[in-house]
T-cell receptor, first 114, second 114 residues
Framework: DGGITQSPKYLFRKEGQNVTLSCEQNLNHDAMYWYRQDPGQGLRLIYYSQIVNDFQKGDIAEGYSVSREKKESFPLTVTSAQKNPTAFYLC?????????????FGDGTRLSIL | AQSVTQLDSHVSVSEGTPVLLRCNYSSSYSPSLFWYVQHPNKGLQLLLKYTSAATLVKGINGFEAEFKKSETSFHLTKPSAHMSDAAEYFCVVSWGGGYQKVTFGTGTKLQVIP
């Protein structure tokens, strides 16, 4: 079955440490997204990518970085500059960035501070 | 500005009774509208979408939603709640033609009482 795989499911970060969250899709989708979910706030867009080797900042990109070297992969790095990284991170993809295209989501990575 | 408001943060129903989750949107453009469901520690799953075709949209698991332009609403309904429907539900508005902008509602937690 096609889908999106996020790993790890749980991740812990120490002070001053960068951590990388993995997102892989086998849906052959062009567009990929990273969201942060905090209780009561819905989902907020961190970064998105429309095509390989291209990505754009979303609404809350500070303290995060991404790469899109392959169509199926869109890893997110949470850097030490992100002072409040504890959250549930969701990766999504869509066929393209057309407004009528639904997004398909992975099962998320929960990041906590040690 | 585009926005989406989920009018209830929590809804509680008895098993076998109807479900109504309310969503109002604001958009200067012709929007696409979606409902997603999220079970604990999982990603979001698409329930249904409206993309300017029929105003009554049927989705998975017996859910449906009606697009009412005059009321700027897209409420989600189900005739009879099942225990497995207990989850969080997100209303999402998307617009922009070939350039997708997406706004998520803050979610409604549905509790189903046996």
């Amino acid at each position: 079955d096609g889908g999106i795989t996020q790993s790890p499911k749980y991740l812990f970060r120490k002070e001053g440490q960068n951590v990388t969250l993995s997102c892989e899709q086998n849906l052959n989708h062009d567009a990929m997204y990273w969201y942060r979910q905090d209780p009561g706030q819905g989902l907020r867009l961190i970064y998105y990518s429309q095509i390989v080797n291209d990505f754009q900042k979303g609404d809350i990109a500070e303290g995060y970085s991404v790469s899109r070297e392959k169509k199926e992969s869109f890893p997110l790095t949470v850097t030490s500059a992100q002072k409040n990284p504890t959250a549930f991170y969701l990766c999504a993809s869509s066929i393209d960035r057309g407004s009528n295209q639904p997004q398909h989501f992975g099962d998320g990575t929960r990041l906590s501070i040690l | 500005a585009q926005s989406v408001t989920q009018l209830d943060s929590h809804v509680s129903v008895s098993e076998g009774t109807p479900v109504l989750l309310r969503c109002n949107y604001s958009s200067s453009y012709s929007p696409s509208l979606f409902w997603y469901v999220q079970h604990p520690n999982k990603g979001l799953q698409l329930l249904l979408k409206y993309t300017s075709a029929a105003t009554l949209v049927k989705g998975i698991n017996g859910f449906e939603a009606e697009f009412k332009k005059s009321e700027t609403s897209f409420h989600l309904t189900k005739p009879s709640a099942h225990m497995s429907d207990a989850a969080e539900y997100f209303c999402v508005v998307s617009w922009g033609g070939g350039y997708q902008k997406v706004t998520f509602g803050t979610g409604t937690k549905l509790q189903v009482i046996p």
